[in-house]
């Protein structure tokens, strides 16, 4: 129950496409949904993140849509640049129990 | 925006050598800090959770004798791997919680554990 499944586990999209990136979980006592983003021999960044209360957010070229009844979410990157090349985890958390659940994450390449 | 520091990045030794890892908060006192180990192409996995001022937290697997944590202060904790083994070479990543307010965790750099 304390499992996030993410998809796919590696993807390719051309320069200027859009990439997208699901996951799903189980335990309906998560209420926050923060993804990260990871380069080679760095740490993961916050990139954007969501609570339940609400059905998407966006910031900037980033996209969060979150389904509750699904018990889904998915993170979609408008005009993928070679740049958003990286592996990418969404995760989970309990705000009391503070501990992060995370996905099997994404390696995403963008083909310039 | 916040910041978390880990040093060193990079550590190469010999077997049976004990490594220490520094995990700091630079600009938020950090209540609580995580320990996550980290295999190439795999996930992060949570080794431990430390609270300023008491015992570390071990998830279930991971030798609490092993990997020996001190978070003595609301911004340093540390990662001791004990007596390392060529196994024990790893990615491993610390983060720190903001106490004051409910924020994420900020994750530091890492540090590349090679053991030779």
């Known amino acids: 129950q304390q499992q996030v499944k993410q998809s796919p586990q590696s993807l390719i999209v051309q320069k200027g496409g859009i990439s997208i990136i699901n996951c799903a979980y189980e335990n309906t006592a998560f209420d926050y949904f923060p993804w990260y983003q990871q380069f080679p021999g760095k740490g993961p960044a916050l990139l954007i993140a969501?609570?339940?209360?609400?059905s998407e957010k966006k910031e900037g070229r980033f996209t969060i849509s979150f389904n509750k009844s699904a018990k889904q979410f998915s993170l979609h990157i408008m005009d993928s640049q070679p740049g958003d090349s990286a592996t990418y985890f969404c995760a989970a958390l309990i705000q009391g129990a503070q501990k992060l659940v995370f996905g099997q994450g994404t390696r995403l390449t963008i083909n310039p | 925006g916040a910041v978390v520091s880990q040093h060193p990045s990079r550590v190469i030794c010999k077997s049976g050598t004990s490594v220490k890892i520094e995990c700091r908060s630079l600009d938020f006192q950090a209540t609580t800090m995580f320990w996550y180990r980290q295999f190439p192409k795999q996930s992060l996995m949570l080794m431990a959770t430390?609270?300023?001022?008491?015992?570390?937290?071990?998830e279930q697997g991971v030798e609490k004798d092993k990997f020996l944590i001190n978070h003595a202060s609301l911004t340093l904790s540390t990662l001791t791997v004990t007596s390392a083994h060529p196994e024990d070479s790893s990615f491993y990543i610390c983060s720190a919680r903001d106490g004051s307010r409910d924020q994420p965790q900020h994750f530091g750099d890492g540090t590349r554990l090679s053991i030779l």
């Open positions: 430390s609270n300023e001022g008491s015992k570390a937290t071990y």
């Open positions: 969501i609570r339940p209360d609400v």
